[in-house]
């Protein structure tokens, strides 16, 4: 297992549609093991393939951080069967580091992927993990929550990130 470096806004990775997943095969499951060992270090709550540079349709999303094994979850060609109602909350994001917005969610959504023996799963959430989940799948979309948010404060944010991007304040 790796930690891999994550990228960040305006990397071409995080604003093109990631491809989905053909076969599960070793490099997919080491790519799900750097990616939960990235997410951790980081640290964070999700990861989404992209966020790595690797334009794959892979999810991982741990609400405890690594404190409690029941609730990492890692899913490949994730995807929405429903969603209903709505909320706004603060969202934060590791590809975009110091940044905030609170972009409209669904309530509730039920998402279905594969796991990494390949077997169909399908999770209900709400709340916290119902945002993780549309996050992450925005990101294989090459979706960040900025473009989520109203024009307004959308163009106001990407004005701010192309002016730390020319100062050179945007590597690590
Ligand atoms: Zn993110």
Redesign the pocket.
């Known amino acids: 297992m790796a930690i891999r470096p994550i990228v960040k806004w305006g990397h071409p990775a995080l604003h093109s549609a990631a491809k989905p997943v053909l076969n599960i095969d070793g490099a997919i499951v080491a790519l799900v093991n750097d990616m939960v060992e990235t997410m951790y270090a980081a640290p964070g709550i999700g990861l989404a393939a992209p966020?790595i540079a690797v334009p794959l349709r892979v999810i991982v999303i741990d609400l405890s951080v690594s404190e409690d094994p029941k609730q990492l979850i890692r899913l490949v060609n994730p995807e929405f069967v429903e969603q209903e109602g709505e909320q706004w909350e603060e969202e934060g994001?590791?590809?975009v580091p110091k940044f905030g917005g609170s972009p409209s969610r669904p309530a509730r959504v039920s998402v279905r992927g594969l796991d990494l023996d390949g077997k169909e799963q399908v999770i209900t959430a709400t709340q916290l993990l119902a945002r993780a989940f549309c996050?992450e799948i925005d990101?294989i979309d090459g979706l960040?929550f900025v473009d989520r948010l109203s024009p307004l404060k959308r163009d106001l944010m990407k004005r701010k990130l192309r002016k730390k991007i020319r100062s050179g304040d945007w590597e690590d």
């Open positions: 966020q994001c590791l590809s996050h990101h960040l």
